[in-house]
């Protein structure tokens, strides 16, 4: 046995992790591949990586030194429990399994147990950065036991991204907690990316400015607060011209998002936890909107404004700028939210600052801004929502006028703008003295006698609204 460390599926996740692994001092990589010519290819490809490469599974368990310590890059779902039961079969107890694809946490959780009651350590960890982060540095997000960390560390943190010479790796806590945080990073990502497309509509629409005009926009963006990988890949996108056709790209670029489904996941365990994470859901489900074609097609002759103009296009963009700026906490908060509420749902110990830290380099949501969170839970580690720490709610205070003027703009001008407009009823709901869930409450009982409280003391009550409608306690005090 000769290897350290070993990789199995070696698709471009995959061969770029075990790239970068064999990259770093004192490693050598196995590398095991279902179909044997991408096993083949990689090793004649990149000779200077010095792979050990494998045929058969035992033949790679084989290659690998004890304790063991073998990261599975494929397909989540069946593709993942199938390579798992192939080690689970070979490895011996004390040797480490890690699954570095996107996989569910509750499948992470699942695996972990049955994998451990063999002996042998199971490891879900969040891998973020794509391609390019996997070569060369992504933000991981290990979950499993603390004892398997202490064998995985070193190594994970050999191959991180850093930043502000720190490495974008931490033990997010045990079994699913790192695939748990994996999901709301990509949950965020959604909401950011949509952000942003929305940003990029609001400006096209209101000033008229060309796509490569508006790529200037997020270039000057990119130096100031909103700064982040993003903000600059997508003035990238925005200069792009199409080759066959002389347009700007995203002009001919079909209008229908795609989705792998983590973002989907997010929300639908948010609904499970009972997490508001609108900007979030907002955001899926405007890809879900541009993905239906017919009915997109049928509605195309429904009446409403056909746009806006503004009269001073230098102020709107700032306000759209500063709508931006504010969404986007708001984002991260419900995101944190959502980390926070999984974290006391399934036990994890979850050390929120850290996680920012770690998003701060190597993943695609990276930016200056994660400093902040890490800053804001450091100096109150009980904060109830990032959005109230002081630097925020600031920078929300700063914001709202220009929120709010942008919002208008795009209603009246019948623009949508789904995550910038929920942001901001969110923000509006939680500040709000009263809300009208008094009436819901109302409406509950009366249907449904399924009772509420009282704003002057306490207890459970129903007004017998089929009867003379009085009040009465029902919790039996
Ligand atoms: C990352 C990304 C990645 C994700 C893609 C595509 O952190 O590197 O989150 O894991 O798969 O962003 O996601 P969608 O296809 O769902 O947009």
């Known amino acids: ?42 090793v004649a490809e990149h000779p200077e990586a010095g792979f050990v490469p494998a045929t058969t599974v035992a033949e790679f368990a084989a290659s690998l030194q004890r304790p063991r310590t073998a990261i599975i890059m494929v397909k989540a779902g069946a593709p993942t429990d199938a390579v798992i039961d192939e080690l689970v079969a070979v490895f011996e107890p004390g040797d480490i399994i890690v699954d570095g694809g996107n996989a569910q946490f509750a499948d992470t959780i699942r695996r972990e147990r049955a994998v451990r009651e063999t002996g042998i350590d199971f490891v879900g960890c969040g891998i973020s950065g794509s391609e390019e982060g996997a070569l060369n540095g992504p933000s991981l997000m290990p979950g499993g036991s603390v004892q398997s960390y202490e064998t995985l560390g070193p190594l994970l943190t050999s191959i991180a991204a850093v930043a502000e010479g720190e490495p974008c790796v931490t033990h997010v806590g045990t079994d699913g907690a790192g695939h748990f945080v994996k999901m709301v990073h990509n949950g965020i990502e959604y909401a950011d990316m949509q952000l942003i497309a929305e940003a990029y509509d609001l400006i096209r629409h209101g000033t008229g400015r060309t796509p490569a005009e508006i790529a200037e926009v997020f270039a000057e963006w990119n130096r100031g607060e909103l700064e982040s990988y993003l903000i600059e890949i997508t003035a990238e996108v925005l200069r792009q011209v199409d080759t066959d056709t002389g347009l700007p790209l995203v002009d001919v670029v079909l209008d229908r998002a795609g989705a792998k489904g983590t973002g989907a996941w997010t929300v639908q365990t948010a609904l499970d936890l009972g997490v508001p994470v609108s900007g979030i859901a907002e955001a899926v489900f405007a890809r879900s909107v541009s993905s239906r074609p017919e009915q997109r097609a049928a509605a195309r002759t429904l009446p409403g404004p056909d746009g806006f103009t503004v009269d001073d296009p230098e102020a709107f963009v700032e306000d759209v700028r500063r709508s931006l700026y504010a969404s986007k906490i708001i984002a991260y908060s419900q995101g944190f939210d959502a980390i926070v509420a999984g974290a006391e749902h399934y036990g994890w110990d979850i050390r929120k600052g850290d996680i920012a830290a770690i998003w701060r380099g190597g993943c695609i949501i990276r930016a200056q801004f994660l400093g902040r969170i890490t800053e804001a839970y450091a100096d109150d580690p009980a904060l109830v929502s990032l959005l109230t720490a002081p630097y925020f709610a600031t920078a929300v205070a700063d914001a709202q006028d220009s929120w709010r003027r942008v919002v208008v703009a795009a209603t009246t001008g019948g623009v949508p703008a789904p995550a910038f407009s929920s942001s901001l009823a969110y923000y509006d709901s ?48």
Request: aromatic residues 6%; charged residues 25%; hydrophobic residues 35%.
């Open 430 to 477: 939680l500040r709000a003295e009263r809300l009208p869930a008094a009436l819901v409450q109302g409406q509950r009982d009366f249907f449904g006698a399924h009772t509420y409280g009282r704003i002057d003391r306490p207890g459970t009550f129903h007004t017998r609204w089929s009867g003379d409608r009085s009040e009465e306690r029902v919790d039996g005090a």
């Open 1 to 42: 046995a000769t290897a350290n460390v070993g990789v199995v599926g070696l698709a471009v996740m995959g061969s770029n992790l075990a790239r970068n692994l064999a990259s770093r001092d004192g490693n050598t990589v196995a590398i095991y591949n279902r179909s044997r010519g991408r096993t083949d290819a990689l």
